[in-house]
């Protein structure tokens, strides 16, 4: 028999189904369409500008795309963006608890408005080995990239070329 499509019902309907459903089922809550997706790591981008200046901006919307690349969803306003698309590089870095405050600043300023954002922040970078893109020295874990492609809907995809890792993460 052929199978039937599957067509997903209008949410309303879904969440009306939960609730007659109640007895004796744990119930789920229904939210709709979000972009919620936890845990979500907050990464740190680093990029060089045409200078050779170093920038860090927190990204949410990005990860891991394939076997060896990362997709970053990065507004084409920003100068992270404008950088790598120059440099052809970045490095990914997680931002952690202990750097909690540093972090935040990268997310709320851009090195559009402020020249030395990175050590208004208070990281400091080394230049990887690899690529041309700062290392923050102070999180633990770095995935350094090679932009390969910007798909056409302005998404970045970076090869992962090294991932370096302070010892003080490895045991
Ligand atoms: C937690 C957090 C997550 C963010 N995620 C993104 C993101 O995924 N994409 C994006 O374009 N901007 C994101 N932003 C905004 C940029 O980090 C912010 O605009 C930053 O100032 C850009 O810096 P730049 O112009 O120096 O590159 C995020 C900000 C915060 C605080």
């Known amino acids: 028999m052929a ?3 599957f067509t997903s019902p209008p949410y309303s309907a879904v969440s009306e189904s939960r609730a007659i459903n109640k007895g004796g089922f744990k119930m789920r809550k229904d939210f709709g369409k979000k972009t919620w997706f936890y845990p979500l790591p907050v990464l740190i981008v680093g990029s060089y500008d045409e200078n050779g200046k170093a920038d860090a901006m927190n990204a949410a919307w990005g990860g891991i795309y394939d076997q060896d ?3 970053l969803c990065l507004s084409a306003n920003h100068k992270t963006t404008q950088n790598i698309k120059a ?5 990914v870095s997680f931002a952690d608890l ?6 935040d600043y990268g997310g709320l300023v851009s090195a559009n408005d402020v020249g030395d954002k990175l050590e ?3 990281f400091h970078a080394t230049r990887s080995l690899l690529v041309d893109a700062p290392v923050i020295e102070e999180l633990p874990m770095t995935l350094e990239c090679r932009l390969v492609k910007v798909n056409e809907d302005g998404k970045l995809i970076g090869e992962i070329i090294n991932v370096s890792a302070d010892e003080s993460i490895l045991n």
Do not use: D, N, Q
């Open 3 to 5: 199978r039937m499509p």
């Open 69 to 71: 690349h990362v997709i």
């Open 87 to 91: 440099s052809g590089a970045f490095t």
């Open 98 to 103: 202990a750097h909690l405050v540093e972090a």
């Open 120 to 122: 208004k922040a208070g």
